[in-house]
Every structure is written in C-alpha cells, then in structure tokens.
C-alpha cells in the first residue's frame, strides 16, 4: 500500500477545487508557511483585534495549539468539503459571540465576529498568501488569474461575518483598502510583544528535541527575517522590528530557493505540514495527493447552505446580537484558542 492509498478523500471539492486559482496559490508552500505567519503578524496592528487576543492570551498561553487549529481553518475554507467548512464556518461564529471586551486606549467594545474585524483578518490573510506567494514563490499572476483570486477572495468571505460589498475585488481595490485602514492601525507594547513572539512561532511547532533544535533554529530564523522582509517601512517601525535592505534580499533569494525545492516533492510538503501543523494534515493531503473526493463536484455557498439548511454567518451574527440584547448580561472576552474548533463528530 502506498502512502496515497491512506489518504481519506474529502467528500466533495467543497468551494474552490482544482480549477480555482486560489488552490494554485495555497498550494503552493510558502501559503500554509510564511504566508499565514505573515497573516498573523500583519493582524496585530489592527487595535480592537489586538485587544481581544490579549484579553484571551490565545497567542501567549497555547501558542502552538493556536497556531495549528488557525492554520488549519484556513485550510478548511480553502481546501475542505462542503459539509466540512460550513460547519467550521458556524462553530467559529459560535466561539467569537464569547469574545466581546473593551479595547483599553479607546474605551470602545470590541466584538470579534463584527464585520469590519472579520474583514480585516480575511483580507490579511488572502493577500498575505498571494503576496508571499510573488515573492518566494513563482511570480505575479496573470491578470485573468488575479482577476479569479480576488472573486474567489469574495466567495472565500461568505464564510465570515462580513459585508460582501467591502471586500476587495482587484489589486488597486486591496491597496484601497489598505489606505484606508492605516489610519487606524496602531503599535502598543502589547502589540509589539505579540508581533516578537509569532516572528518567532516556526521554532515553535517543530518538535522540542535535541535533535530537532537546529532545524527550529534556522527555520525560526529564516522566517523572521522573511517575513519581516514583506512588511513595509511604516509597519516595521511600527511593529519595532527592523532589518536591513540587504538581509531583505538575501532572506528573499534564500527562500525562494527553498520553497523552490520543497514544491517539487509532494511527500516534502505533506511530512512538513504533519510537522508543523497535524490538525492540518487530513485536510490538505487529498489536494497534494490528488485523491479524488467521493462527488466530484464544486458547490456555491448558496447550494450548499440549501441543502444543509444552515444559514450565512451574518443571519447567524444577527441573531446573537438579539439575544445578547434581550438578556442585557455583560460579555466578556473568554475564549482562549483551546476550543476543538474543527473536531468534526
């Protein structure tokens, strides 16, 4: 029996499948790589973001843990069947309804399944993955292709609670949408305490062993630096973190050359994800392996809801902001990242 003959097909190709720009994208490893530590990073300066991790301590107390289920709803949206991501889609509106507080230099309530804090952290993460995808990876996009990755970005957020109408549907609409956010972007200690350790979260995931230090070394090293070498100038002096032009380009040939490597081996990629994240794993091995799932079929969001009979995660936001405001009862930020987000029954 080969190693393909393990792998557990997914029951349908969920939203995307192999047609879809965003599978070539994320399927390339720089996206469940230095393309979510880069997504988790950038998410930080958002301020009301920021204070709902620090009131939960998600990233400080179970930094792995976090690491892996976050990793691995990422891949369910992307990668996973139908039933799957709609289900990981309503269980994550269900864990963010517990995390609402107050962000402590403003004074205003934050909720983490408010719209434009959803917005925010889908967007981070869809242009963090095609960003690190140009720069480590093969290159810009054609235009019909980036035209594709955007809408599938839109299709990609019906699984949020956010507003269709404000994702980004090009390029110049994603930088837009950047302007229009820097204002409100910040930097505390606790900002750049956070940003400090998923710089350095890649040491973090491999197995803490004699043997397996020096590859968590350079590995943590290598990631830093590229990571840091996608930032802007701003963010950078922002965030406290700073590195020279020349680390920038020799961090960036470095992993390009890498991630070059690791993509001609399917069997590389596999054996680092079941390293650095097994949640994620089960999801992706089918795509790598190209195992087809048992109904070859692509749904839309609208189908498959249809026939699940589940509802859109705004529909579901809305009716916890009603019975929040019925009972009156204060909320407080609770969730610590130790939830089975996406252990299916």
Known sequence: MSNHD???????YGFFGPDSV??????????LSIGFQRTV???????????????????SKRPSLRYDRTLQYMATVTFHDSRSVLKASDILVKIHSKITGTEPISGLRYDANDPEAQLW??????????YTYEKFGPGKLSPEEEQQYWAECVRAAQFQTINLDDVPRSRAEMRAYYARMRPILAATEATQQHVEQL?????TLLPDSVLWWPVAKLTQGLFRRGTIATLPRWMRKMGGVQQS???????TVTLRALFRLV?????AQRFIIRLGSPLTAPVVDPILCAVPPTNPVVWTPEEARAHYGMVRPVEQYDRI???RAETSLPQHAAADGSEPLLAFG
């Open 22 to 31: 965003s599978w070539k994208v994320f399927l390339y490893p720089t996206a």
């Open 41 to 59: 990073v950038t998410e930080m300066y958002e301020p009301f973001l920021l204070a709902s991790v620090n009131d939960t301590g998600a990233v």
């Open 199 to 203: 710089l350095d979260s890649a040491s």
């Open 321 to 323: 902001r009603a019975a």
């Open 6 to 12: 393990a792998v557990v097909p997914h029951e349908d």
């Open 121 to 130: 952290i889908h967007l981070t993460a869809w242009h963090s993955v095609l």
């Open 245 to 251: 032009p020349v680390t920038d380009a020799l961090v």
């Open 263 to 267: 993509a001609q081996s399917v069997e």
